[in-house]
Structure formats: structure tokens, C-alpha cells
Nanobody
Framework: QVQLVESGGGSVQVGGSLRLSCAAS????????MGWFRQAPGKEREFVAA????????RYADSVKDRFTISRDNAKNMVYLQMNSLKSEDTAVYYC?????????????????WGQGTQVTVSS
């Protein structure tokens, strides 16, 4: 049974930082690209960042480039999203997704498994 469990969300002020984590189980993690998406109230889910199983390949949405960093630890089956210089428009539920094994390119990211999400609220 595949499980993706996000954690690390919370409330933070504008300009602050948060680090999201996603714990994966029940799948061949080290051979899959992983991604983060987010969905704000009243808006469609949007791509945030992705990282290939070859962790030197990453992609970011323009809105988060230079502020967010995606990384992974294949030994721990974990993927992370370090979010710095947070803005109010970053407020959303953040979802972790896993792609099919050895699927390239990673943008657009096509997730086949998804977590339940973690809420991030950025306030001024």
C-alpha cells in the first residue's frame, strides 16, 4: 500500500520559513521523481517543484524559484521542500506526489500517488 504523508506545515509570518517533509512508503522511492503541488482556496492545484530520482534534476514554478528548494533523501524515503521568504500568496494546502518509476521529463510533473496535504498559512 502506497503512502505519502506530508508534515511540517503551519502558520508563519510573511518573510518567514518552513520546511515541509513527505514520507513515502510502499513504493520504489529511489527510482521515482517526486513533486510538490499546492492548492489555495478557490483555486486549482498548481505545480510548485519537482525532483527527479537523479536528484541533480529539479524544476520549479516561476513563482517560487529562488525561494523554495526541493531535495530528497533516498535512504530515508523522504522528500523535502524548504520554503524561504514566504509570501501571503504561498498560503495553500501543499501536496506531495510520486511519479511512475524512471519517468522523464519531470515537468510537467505527472503524479500517480498523492498525499493528503499539509496546510501552510502565511500572514502579515
Amino acid at each position: 500500500q502506497v503512502q505519502l504523508v506530508e508534515s511540517g506545515g503551519g502558520s508563519v509570518q510573511v518573510g518567514g520559513s518552513l520546511r515541509l517533509s513527505c514520507a513515502a512508503s510502499g513504493l520504489t522511492f529511489s527510482s521515482r521523481s517526486m513533486g510538490w503541488f499546492r492548492q489555495a482556496p478557490g483555486k486549482e492545484r498548481e505545480f510548485v517543484a519537482a525532483i527527479a530520482w537523479i536528484d541533480t534534476i529539479t524544476r520549479y514554478a516561476d513563482s517560487v524559484k529562488d525561494r523554495f528548494t526541493i531535495s530528497r533523501d533516498n535512504a530515508k524515503n523522504m522528500v523535502y521542500l524548504q520554503m524561504n521568504s514566504l509570501k501571503s500568496e504561498d498560503t495553500a494546502v501543499y501536496y506531495c506526489g510520486a511519479a511512475e518509476p524512471r519517468k522523464l521529463p519531470i515537468s510537467p510533473f505527472l503524479g500517480i500517488y498523492w498525499g493528503q496535504g499539509t496546510q501552510v498559512t502565511v500572514s502579515s
